[in-house]
């Protein structure tokens, strides 16, 4: 089975100052990792996602995401954030093996907002 | 202009009525999902689709049904079986391999009256 986890419900952070959004996940075997944001009555856009190689991925709108395998973490980062990138933020799952459900699993989103 | 539709953009049912989500994507894609958004919970999965002619049930399938009769078309009927229904729908594609991401439609807004 997978899983992902976003503790936080929602982060504030004020403009111009890093942000961080948190992810753990599980899986059997190893990870493919993605991160989405969602504004008001949309769809969700894809941000970035970690398949192999470099622990350290870069997305769009200047985030970046930091894979930990020790720690089953996939932090989302920006070094300043913007009051655009306000918004939900949803971190997904699938387990690289394809034994199991050949489909991502959604964790429950943080809402970032960036105050001016 | 490729990418992915979803229409009606909201919908209206009344309690025992059927309704159909329809979902369409020009982007050659092998898979197709539907996913149900409440809020505070994440996105869960109805169904998905590997392939035409072929579909598996996701964490929530009870009260829905799809088909998969086209490449470009995976259509979600919200049967009188589901118990709560009133959610945002969204709807996604991907190439068959899992480490393409997946592409999002608009969503359709469903509300039971």
């Known amino acids: 089975a997978q899983s992902v986890a976003q503790p936080e419900d929602q982060v504030n952070v004020a403009e111009g100052n890093p942000l961080t959004v948190k992810c753990t996940y599980s899986v059997s075997g190893n990870p493919y990792l993605f991160w989405y944001v969602q504004y008001p009555?949309?769809?969700?856009q894809f941000l970035l996602k970690y398949i192999t190689g470099d622990n350290l991925v870069k997305g769009s709108y200047g985030f970046e995401a930091e894979f930990n395998k020790s720690q089953t973490s996939f932090h989302l980062k920006k070094p300043s954030a913007l009051v655009s990138d306000s918004a939900l933020y949803f971190c997904a799952v699938r387990d690289i093996s394809g034994t199991g459900r050949r489909a991502l699993t959604f964790g429950s989103g943080t809402?970032?907002?960036v105050q001016p | 202009d490729g990418g992915i539709t979803q229409s009606p953009k909201y919908l209206f049912r009344k309690e025992g009525?059927?309704?159909t989500l329809s979902c369409e994507q020009?982007?050659?894609h092998d898979a197709m999902y539907w996913y149900r958004q409440d809020p505070g919970q994440g996105l869960r999965l109805i169904y998905y689709s590997q392939i035409v002619n072929d579909f598996q049930k996701g964490d929530i399938a009870e009260g829905y049904s799809v088909s998969r009769e086209k490449k470009e078309s995976f259509p979600l009927t919200v049967t009188s079986a589901q118990k709560n229904p009133t959610a945002f729908y969204l709807c996604a594609s991907s190439p068959r391999e899992g480490y393409n991401e997946q592409f999002f439609g608009p969503g359709t807004r469903l509300?039971?009256?």
């Open chain 1, 41 to 44: 009555n949309r769809g969700l």
């Open chain 2, 17 to 19: 009525q059927n309704v």
């Open chain 2, 111 to 113: 509300t039971v009256l």
């Open chain 2, 26 to 28: 020009n982007l050659n």
């Open chain 1, 111 to 113: 809402r970032l907002q």
